[in-house]
């Protein structure tokens, strides 16, 4: 009894890390240019605590590939802007459950109908949202059974069906090319 107690505390402690974790507004990015470098530890200061984000920080040759598949715009003079972090942020987060291409349809369609701070600021406003509600969640699965793995499973069949409702309206809102069938 007492190891599970103990895993309680844990998923306790885990759930209250997972819904205290914010982002920076785009009002609280730099708004100076900053090197590879500086950027690289900025993501890991903003992403580093997160749950999500365990053990999978960013290399400067992820930022260069990314650059290259165009799902960010390339720096200027070698330094990048809030646009950047903004964009990698987003990518950091989004990559774990859909592919590159489709991280960067999506960042580019909601640049063509909003700007990079109100998309930027929504992403982290619901970011913020879903990880409150996915910890609350999980807690309330702990009360019903009073065991560890009611929100274990909880957790890992809530992302499977998150990530393959992503996927169908990911489809339904960029359906593939007659070209590429």
Known sequence: MHMEENS???LKENCSNLAEHTLPRWNELPDLPLYMDQVLGLIERYLGAYPGF???GLT??????????GVMPPPVKKKYSRVHLGHLIAICLLKSCL???SIQK???YELEIASPEAVYDHFCDTFERTNRAAAEAALHETESLNTLLSPLYHA???AQAEQALALKLFSAYFPPDEKSK
């Not at 400067?60 to 598949?69: E, G, I, Q």
């Open 8 to 10: 309680i505390a844990v």
């Open 54 to 56: 365990d053990g999978r």
């Open 60 to 69: 400067a040759s992820m930022v260069n590939n990314y650059v290259k598949l």
């Open 99 to 101: 592919p590159i291409a």
């Open 106 to 108: 999506l960042i580019a």
């Open 156 to 158: 890992a069949l809530l």
